[in-house]
């Protein structure tokens, strides 16, 4: 199962290793981290639902179901 601990020191690693190469790419990723991963913090969220697809694919996946 996903732990928001584990993807918290895997961000911090990246973010240790390409501050110095890439700075605007690290400063996204720390702004918007928390926030791409507040959905983990609900217990009723289905994980299988949250996936992107192309728009086709899905309204197919939808008609199907």
Sequence with gaps: ????????????????????????MVK?????????FQYCSCEETKYSRLKSKKMLERVNEEIRR
């Design 1 to 24: 199962m996903f732990d928001i601990k584990q993807a918290r020191k895997k961000r911090d690693e990246i973010v240790n290793n390409y501050e110095s190469l890439y700075p605007a």
């Design 28 to 36: 996204c990723l720390d702004d918007g981290f928390e926030d791409s």
